[in-house]
């Protein structure tokens, strides 16, 4: 199918979005004197609380030594300690010998395969180590020992957009977590809780960074290449554990590190990184940040670095951080950059908490994921609509220009096509193919078909179907697809590696503004019937893939419509502890804190929907007899208000026949 005017809407999309950095909600001024100082830190820790959720009740911490093994001038520990609600951090303690306390390091790490273990991560680990520093090398929920499946697995899949159903998110969990893993390096005797730092690459130094400014109890902290600016990481690919719900609405990442003054903060970049980690960009944030440690009177206390080598922890980016910390932790009398001592990286059996586990022996993403379901969730659901315009971020109705393109051979006899593009005034750009039941470009119904995009939507029968009926058809691609595809958005290579589906990066970059993916969805919709009802007496709305589970839980915010059809949605978020084959945007941030999809959904009442081979956690389609059983909710809501019969749940088999039949009545 022919563009309408191809990548240039991705590109206007992510325009779009990025116009929103620092421009959202309550955006703090920027301290340009040092009274502002206190009062701008105070907003940036507000925000990231806001975004984290609050602190939670820490369990008691009582950690175990599962091993311990001598090495040359220190002694590795695997150890473990509860953090909160149930979950357990896995950790290796590296301990140099010594006659009194040592500043103490808290090592992240980014997404390796192996967490904590990976041998990079050790490199730098014992290189500490044998220079006189304990660390504490930890493995971030769902990574190394706490992955759903060993050795390692990803976090920031579907487990990670689960969390989000309940209100709770892998950024929070970090956060909190590397909180608790702090109070756990305090408490070791050989440690001066004086003298802490942080340091992580990648994913790793998103949580020094965010943790550096959350946590004063880090006098030193070094993010490596994790730094640039959220209006260029909007539109690109990055984990959910480095999306902080809103904070880009209101920050920029100068901001964050602005909140870490006065104590001593070293970034450095690799010149050759991904788009999010621009050196050029991460020079540009610290040019700014380093503004409030001159109005403190401590210029020196911060410094970029950036590095003719790729993404990573490589080995000058080591020899710079260790050349800091001994500047700011031991008192050296500069910050040079410091040789390593070589050092020999352990078998993964040797710093395992749990070496012949062939499965994690702590609470996994997954189980958390239930544990939180169940707690989050009202016992008797009752939506009400303002709560799901809420959820939705309330959804707006826009007035749409529309301007044709060119002509189209139609795929029915005597048919026709027109490619327009609508666009809002603020830059919102929809493009649609429009196929005519004839050459009068006439008819008085029409169906609006929403999808991945409009190539996949043609394959559907529903388009030949609705010609035939003499209706106009309106294939259109909403805001992050099809045509309007985020240029950074993941490929499909990507998202098998990842066992992943769906736009990924249009949904992270609403969330990271604070936006709603969904609730611009829902409010195209809106605003696209109201221009098609000029010419059109009746519009039906047919939705698939990650647009039909939005608009099915969204259903009763959409009005106006003849029908509301849905294809392949998912069913309920009650069915599984794990989601497979599912479109990313298939999951909807806060939803368990009001219901679970099918008392969502029933709102929709008394108008007009259809359901069609609803699926289950696994992505395959339920029986007629399990749909049946899950819509209890709908059904019963559209009983009690006489309209039944407005109310379709349709199985796969049955699918064809009963949507013709609809359509031509």
Not at 27 to 41: D, G, L, N, Q
Not at 69 to 89: C, K, N, W
Not at 344 to 360: F, K, M, N, R, V
Not at 535 to 544: E, G, I, M, N
């Amino acid at each position: 199918m022919p563009h309408v005017l191809g990548s240039a809407i991705g590109t206007s999309f992510q325009t779009w979005l990025r116009r929103h950095v620092r421009n959202r909600g309550e955006v703090p001024k920027f301290p340009e004197t040092e009274s502002e100082i206190a009062a701008h830190k105070q907003a940036v820790r507000s925000i990231i609380e806001k975004a984290a959720g609050p602190t939670p009740e820490y369990d008691p911490l009582i950690p175990e030594i599962h091993q311990v093994h001598q090495r040359d001038g220190y002694r590795i520990e695997a150890v473990s300690f509860p953090t909160f609600g149930g979950l357990r951090m896995t950790a290796t303690a590296y301990v140099p010998e010594a006659d009194e306390p040592v500043p103490g390091i808290l090592a992240v790490h980014g997404h390796s395969a192996h967490g904590r273990r990976d041998a990079k991560n050790q490199q730098r680990c014992i290189a500490l180590a044998k220079s006189g520093y304990f660390v504490l090398a930890v493995d971030a929920i769902g990574n190394g020992e706490r992955s759903i499946e060993l050795p390692g697995y990803y976090h920031g899949g579907n487990e990670a957009a689960a969390m989000l159903l309940t209100g709770y998110s892998v950024f929070g969990i970090q956060l909190h977590e590397n909180y608790r893993a702090c109070d756990y390096l305090i408490s070791r005797p050989e440690v001066d809780a004086s003298r802490l730092g942080i340091s992580g690459a990648s994913g790793g130094g998103n949580q020094s960074f965010y943790s550096g400014a959350w946590d004063d109890r880090f006098s030193a902290v070094i993010p490596v290449c994790s730094t640039g600016a959220y209006r260029k990481m909007i539109g690109t690919h990055n984990c959910m554990c480095e999306t902080p719900f809103g904070v880009a609405g209101s920050l920029e990442q100068y901001d964050i590190m602005a909140a870490i003054a006065p104590r001593a903060l070293l970034v450095i970049s690799a010149r050759v990184d991904n788009f999010s980690f621009r050196f050029e960009d991460a020079e540009s944030t610290m040019k700014k940040a380093a503004r409030v440690w001159e109005l403190l009177g401590c210029p020196e206390k911060v410094a970029f670095e950036s590095l003719p080598v790729e993404h990573g922890y490589p080995p000058a980016a080591r020899e710079l951080a260790l050349g800091w910390f001994n500047r700011w932790l031991k008192g050296a009398p500069d910050s040079d950059p410091t040789a390593e001592p070589a050092v020999l990286i352990e078998d993964y059996a040797t710093i395992s908490c749990y070496p012949s586990a062939d499965s994690s022996q702590v609470l996994t993403l997954p189980e958390l994921f239930v544990k939180k379901r169940e707690e989050v969730m009202p016992k008797n659901p009752e939506p009400r609509m303002e709560q799901v315009r809420e959820l939705f971020g309330t959804p707006s109705v826009k007035e749409l220009d529309m301007e044709p393109i060119t002509r189209l051979p139609g795929p029915v006899a005597g048919s026709i096509g027109t490619s327009y593009l609508f666009h809002t005034d603020d830059g919102i750009i929809i493009p649609s193919i429009t196929y005519w039941p004839d050459y009068s470009h006439t008819a008085d119904s029409a169906l609006l078909m929403v999808g991945s995009s409009k190539d996949d939507l043609m394959k559907s029968p529903l388009v030949r179907q609705g010609l035939l009926a003499g209706k106009s058809v309106w294939l259109v691609d909403l805001p992050g697809l099809g045509e309007s595809r985020l240029p950074g958005e993941i490929s499909e290579h990507i998202e098998r590696i990842l066992n992943i589906r769906g736009h990924i990066s249009a949904f992270r970059a609403c969330h990271l503004l604070g936006l709603s993916l969904g609730g611009l969805w829902i409010g195209a919709a809106q605003s696209l019937l109201a221009r098609l009802s000029e010419t059109a007496k009746q519009v039906s709305l047919a939705a698939f893939a990650g647009p039909a589970t939005v608009f099915l839980a969204g259903a009763g915010l959409l009005e106006g419509f003849e029908r509301v059809m849905v294809f392949n949605p998912l069913a309920s978020y009650r069915l599984g502890e794990r989601f497979f084959n599912l479109h990313y945007e298939s999951f909807i941030p806060g939803i368990l804190k009001i219901g679970d999809i099918p008392e969502v959904a029933a709102l929709a009442a008394p108008n007009p929907l259809t359901v069609t081979a609803p699926l289950g956690h696994d992505g395959t389609p339920l029986s007629v007899s399990e749909a049946a059983d899950v819509f209890r909710p709908v059904i019963k809501r559209y009983e009690a208000l006489g309209r039944r019969q407005a109310f379709h749940l349709v199985g796969e088999a049955e699918a064809n026949s009963l949507l013709l039949t609809e359509l031509i009545s």
